[in-house]
């Protein structure tokens, strides 16, 4: 059986990637050289991040229109590979909205939601595989 690569990522962050929404993924390290160009897993943590009021700016609020609650999923979705996205590239302090400055920024594209997530997998921090 074949083996993925999969990051897990909390939400409402993982929804945004997967909605093509938020196109960076931001980490206190490099995205290693083997996954830039690769499709990986995104697999939304079994526990939220904060509120969305408390992590988004006003900026980031415009772009997703206010619909995190329905449209993404926040709360809906823990637990489980939602969907895939493609690593195309990583900076530091890349211009996007979604970018924060000072870390590495990893630059997505091509994100694709899942009609039926993978449910009740459990989360591994760094990349890790799912067969």
């Not at 997967?18 to 939304?44: F, M, S």
């Not at 493609?86 to 302090?93: F, L, R």
Request: net charge negative; charged share 20%; glycine share 6%.
């Amino acid at each position: 059986m074949p083996t993925s690569e999969v990051i897990t990522i909390k939400q409402p962050w993982a929804s945004l990637i997967v909605h093509g929404i938020k196109d960076i993924e931001n980490r206190t390290w490099p995205c290693p050289d083997k996954y830039i160009g690769q499709r990986v897993l995104i697999h939304a943590s079994l526990k939220p991040d904060r509120e969305p009021y408390m992590i988004f700016n006003d900026v980031q609020a415009d772009a997703i229109d206010n619909c995190i609650m329905d449209v993404c999923g926040y709360y809906k979705q823990t637990g489980a590979i939602i969907g895939s996205v493609e690593i195309v590239g990583c900076s530091i302090n890349h211009p996007s909205i979604w970018a924060e400055k000072g870390c590495w920024n990893w630059v997505l594209k091509n994100a694709v939601l899942f009609d039926k997530p993978i449910e009740n997998v459990k989360g591994k921090l760094g990349f890790w595989e799912y067969e």
